[in-house]
């Protein structure tokens, strides 16, 4: 309890003769209580003059949406055109369920990416199942994107709480480009030895 003018807690207070004073009562249920409605009865005494207040508290429970990648690490590979698979764990830290969770994301122009499941209707709290949920997550580059760093964001979102981690993609270019490269430059190389022998011989 704290009296109206200060927010430290009190054990008692005086009330002057034909005056009243506001009390707050402040309930703080266990991290562990399960949802529910509970009995609180508040009784105020003054020698053998007594009053008591029947009243109901309504815990409805904490919902806190966790998630990260299979790893632990932020960051992926990929190729060009190339679908790269990327395994996500999702969990509730809270006390209570979070209902209907679907997935989203912001990605650049012209990439794709896919989930799956799509969505799951409820996520239990971890206390009780003892494992995060599995989401496969698939990110395909466009198939014309220039080499470097990008950013993709994987979203969780529910009724009751919301999550998301972002994901910097690597781009690199195909390996089968990388040999079709250098056939290029031994070819090239080629012709020119040739060509510079011919004149050598003139």
Same mark, same amino acid.
């Given at each position: 309890c704290t009296p109206r003018w200060r927010e430290e807690q009190i054990l008692a207070i005086k009330?002057?003769?034909?005056?009243s004073e506001y009390i707050k009562l402040v309930l703080i249920p266990p991290f562990n209580i399960s949802e529910g409605e509970y009995p609180v009865g508040f009784k105020v005494r003054s020698?053998?003059?007594?009053?008591?207040?029947? &009243?109901?508290?309504?815990?409805?429970?904490?919902?806190? &949406?966790?998630?990260?990648?299979?790893?632990?690490?932020?960051?992926?590979?990929?190729?060009?055109?190339?679908?790269?698979?990327?395994?996500?764990? &999702?969990?509730n830290e809270g006390s209570a369920p979070i209902d209907d969770i679907s997935f989203f994301s912001n990605e650049p122009t012209g990439w794709k990416v896919s989930f799956s499941p799509e969505r799951l209707p409820s996520l239990l709290p971890i206390r009780e199942i003892q494992k995060p949920e599995k989401v496969e997550v698939t990110i395909e580059p466009k198939a014309k994107a220039i080499p470097g760093d990008y950013m993709v964001t994987i979203n969780a979102a529910g009724k009751q709480d919301r999550t998301g981690v972002d994901i910097r993609v690597t781009v690199g270019v195909s390996t089968t480009w990388g040999w079709i490269g250098i056939a290029i430059v031994v070819a090239i190389?080629?012709?020119?030895?040739?060509?510079?022998?011919?004149?050598k011989r003139r």
């Open positions: 009330v002057k003769k034909r005056s020698g053998e003059l007594s009053q008591l207040i029947n &009243l109901k508290a309504i815990v409805t429970g904490t919902y806190k &949406l966790k998630m990260t990648t299979k790893t632990g690490r932020l960051n992926l590979n990929a190729i060009a055109g190339r679908k790269e698979p990327l395994l996500v764990y &999702l969990w190389i080629a012709i020119l030895t040739g060509v510079f022998i011919r004149l």
